[in-house]
């Protein structure tokens, strides 16, 4: 059975900083890619960031690149992603995902999806 368990969501000020966690149980990330989706009230999902541990191939949506890093602990199974200069606008539930294709994830698309972590960003 496959989990994925998010943390590290919460309330910060305008240009600060988060981590979020995403432990991964019943794949391994040698053969999974795996990131992060948005989603906003009123607005719809949206890609934010994606690894390829395989041959560490990464993806940023334009919005956040300079600002956000994604990661990969392999022996935790576990995907990190730093945000910094966090604006009002990043408000959103956070959602791990993964899939067995790398560019099915950065199409919209994920096999195994978490339950998503609030982050709110207050001006």
């Known amino acids: 059975q496959v989990q994925l368990v998010e943390s590290g969501g919460g309330l910060v000020q305008a240009g600060g900083s988060l981590r979020l966690s995403c432990a991964a149980s019943g794949i391994s990330l040698d053969y999974y890619a795996i990131g992060w989706f948005r989603q906003a009230p009123g607005k719809e999902r949206e890609g934010v960031s994606f690894?390829?541990?395989?041959?560490?191939?990464?993806y940023y949506a334009d919005f956040v690149k300079g600002r956000f890093t994604i990661s990969v602990d392999k022996d935790k199974n576990t995907v990190y992603l730093q945000m910094d200069s966090l604006k009002p606008e990043d408000t959103a539930v956070y959602l791990c995902?993964?899939?067995?294709?790398?560019?099915?994830?950065?199409?919209?698309?994920?096999?195994?999806w978490g339950q998503g972590t609030q982050v709110t960003v207050s001006s």
């Open positions: 995902a993964t899939s067995r294709s790398y560019y099915y994830l950065i199409s919209g698309g994920g096999d195994y």
């Open positions: 690894i390829r541990n395989a041959d560490s191939s990464t």
